[in-house]
């Protein structure tokens, strides 16, 4: 489902104000259990029903039927100046100027092309506040573009990077931008009087008052080059629904900045960054040592850096939180268009403005620009499947592996999870282990395909985070997009609840018994997970429990032989892992029973506090229980301590374990149907 942002039903009600319509909201059906509903509700102007809005509230359902209706009214008057007259209701503020050096960067990355920055520095004796000039031109083979001034490093390359736009495009067909803009005019012209009163109105109230540079992404950069953390406090939100009014102020290291205030929360944050950049410069006496960009060429990124990790596991964080990249034409001229700074290298183009896109370039230099097959060079820039076919993409986890993307298939318009690593022989690994498997309670895995570039989404990652050698691979996996929880943060928030124990019971035979159905399914074809916790058990859309990360997945013991195959030690996350796999090379698929009865033990025990598991946790892997669970819990007990035993042999398999948790679930829920959650 997507995330709704903004305040839709405030921008509906100022439509009502001014057109004088007649807005009702309709409640629809609600779906899905108690903990987790869906809520639908549609938008009714003057008689005229709008498309359904869903969401996880009734509010966010009412915001997305109000979106819907705004969509709906927008689509209504088929011109462009009616289209933008609607949208600058839907829109509290707009990006007064477009960032160059952002869209040179994507312009790079997209052609294969290098763009090196030559920075010097001139002196300014006539000025008695600043000594010097920041002078930048960029070079791109042997062509060199003009030079361009600025105060700062930043500014000069922002101009250097204007004047490369500017060069490029620069034999646009002046005629026809001119015969465009007279078209707009007649169009705006032949509007309707009760239309002209909207787009004049709320025109003049969209005019944002966000400032001019993005101090966000300064202290962004400023925070990843001192190890900071930065965090924005909402203080207040005042006024009425339809015209709030934001207070931010920025947190770095405890230490808070000023407020900042907007009419939107990104405009408020917008000017709390500006103060506190503001305060930083004058508190470290801010010479040309700047935490603005300072690197010396615009490269095309093709990695991201991988860290060495005991355990690949991913950490899923809300995807609604991170905004959708926005496309930006390369075609348009620099004083009409004001776009989103785009975050992903894509452009969205209709064929016939790509084909013209592509005319218009210069072949700055072939090399850079092409692929050679044999001795004929081919002029086809480096395509990326995962682009091609997916948009609306989002990073949603991420770790020493690498990249998990939310991404929407463009033909199926679903959304998938995609999951981006080094083409290593680990990621082969689980890439044939997924493709083999298919099971309700494992993620579902449907393609992989490998690239030359890894996909970079500039909103969560640094030209630090991505870096590789030459001839580096990177592999894709599409696989299933499970949004719900994993069982981590199920664990945690029972934990907090004051849910009765029995029910707790129930839910955690009913997890164990769907987890050690998709073990069961690994070991019957000869593998062995060894890296089972609760971050890697995740629940689906269909509630079910889904078994995920198969990428310290191995081969079982050879049936024939019955010979252990040698294997890494300390393979897996160390607080889950048996005896056997954390000392020895040689174990088997008994490793994955002992692990899931750590998880059972977890389902089941209410604490407090983490640092009350680290205190019972070393007494639990060797069989030391807490007396109140073992009175309560008296079959989980037992069965428990079977599965930590620290003799693989003496360990019951996965079918002995579900047959036995059947027979013990029909005293707890005579209904016997798969609970899901």
């Known amino acids: 489902m997507e995330s709704v942002s903004g305040n839709f039903v405030s921008l509906l009600n100022e439509y009502q104000q001014r057109t004088q319509c007649t807005v009702e909201y309709e409640e629809g059906s609600t779906e899905g259990p108690s903990h987790n509903k869906t809520f639908t509700m549609r938008a009714i102007i003057n008689g005229q029903r709008y498309p359904d809005g869903t969401g996880k509230s009734k509010k966010e359902a009412k915001q997305s039927a109000a979106r819907n209706a705004l969509d709906g009214i927008k689509s209504t008057y088929n011109t462009e100046s009616t289209t933008s007259s609607v949208q600058n209701i839907s829109n509290n503020m707009t990006i007064s100027h477009r960032n160059y050096t952002c869209w040179l960067n994507e312009h790079s990355q997209k052609n294969k092309l290098v763009f090196k920055a030559r920075e010097t520095t001139k002196m300014d004796t006539g000025n008695s506040t600043q000594l010097c000039t920041y002078v930048c031109k960029y070079i791109c083979g042997d062509r060199e573009f003009p030079e361009a001034y600025g105060k700062n490093k930043k500014e000069a390359k922002e101009a250097a990077a204007l004047c490369v736009y500017e060069e490029l495009f620069k034999t646009q067909n002046a005629e026809d931008e001119n015969s465009n803009r007279a078209r707009r005019r007649s169009e705006v012209a032949s509007l309707g009087p009760s239309l002209d009163r909207v787009s004049l109105s709320t025109a003049d109230e969209s005019r944002s008052s966000t ?334 429990v889904k078994v995920g990360d198969f990428g310290l997945v191995t081969a079982a013991e050879n049936d024939n032989d019955q010979q252990l195959l040698e294997r890494t030690k300390r393979t897996g996350t160390r607080s889950y892992m048996s005896p056997e796999q954390a000392t020895k090379t040689s174990y088997d698929r008994k490793v994955d029973i002992y692990a899931l009865g750590l998880i059972y033990f977890e389902l089941l025990y209410k604490r407090v506090t983490t640092h009350e598991k680290k205190k019972i946790w070393d007494n639990i892997r060797i069989r030391i229980f807490p007396p109140q669970f073992s009175g309560k819990f008296t079959f989980e007990h037992k069965l428990i301590e079977r599965m930590l035993s620290p003799s693989p042999e003496d360990r019951p398999d996965a079918t002995d374990l579900i047959r036995e948790l059947d027979r013990y679930s029909t005293v707890l829920q005579p209904d016997k149907d798969i609970k899901t959650f």
């Open 211 to 544: 400032p001019d540079h993005n101090y966000i992404a300064y202290l962004n950069d400023f925070c990843q080059k001192n190890k900071s953390v930065l965090d924005f406090k909402l203080v207040e939100r005042r006024g009425p629904p339809h015209n709030p009014e934001f207070v931010y102020k920025v947190v770095i290291h405890g230490k808070e900045y000023p407020e900042g205030q907007g009419k939107s929360s990104k405009e408020a944050k917008q000017h709390a960054a500006q103060h506190a950049w503001s305060e930083i410069r004058d508190q470290i006496g801010w010479t040309t040592q700047s935490s603005e960009d300072d690197t010396s060429s615009q490269t095309l990124e093709t990695s991201s850096a991988e860290t060495p990790s005991k355990s690949d596991s991913i950490v899923f964080k809300d995807s609604s939180a991170v905004s959708s990249p926005m496309a930006i034409n390369p075609c348009a001229s620099p004083l009409d268009v004001r776009p989103r700074i785009k975050l992903a290298p894509t452009f969205q183009l209709s064929p016939n403005d790509l084909a013209q896109v592509k005319e218009n370039v210069p072949n700055l230099n072939a090399h850079n620009l092409t692929k050679s097959s044999g001795d004929q060079p081919s002029h086809q820039a480096i395509k990326s499947r995962f682009l091609d076919d997916f948009d609306s993409i989002n990073p949603i986890g991420k770790g020493g592996f690498g990249r998990v993307f939310k991404a929407r298939q463009k033909l199926e318009k679903k959304y998938y999870a995609v999951k981006i690593v080094k083409s290593t022989e680990k990621a082969l690994r689980e890439v044939r282990a997924l493709a083999d498997f298919n099971n309700a309670n494992i993620v579902r895995y449907y393609a992989a395909w490998e690239e030359d570039m890894a996909y970079r989404h500039e909103s969560s990652e640094t030209t630090s985070d991505s870096s590789s050698g030459p001839g580096t691979k990177f592999l894709y996996f599409q696989m299933e997009l499970c949004e719900g929880d994993t069982l981590r943060a199920w664990i945690e928030k029972r934990n907090s609840s004051n849910e009765h124990f029995l029910e707790r019971r129930a839910d955690a035979t009913q997890i164990s018994r769907q987890v050690l159905t998709a073990v069961e399914y690994i070991h019957s074809k000869g593998l062995i997970h060894r890296d089972l916790k609760p971050l890697n058990i995740m629940f689906g859309s269909d509630g079910r």
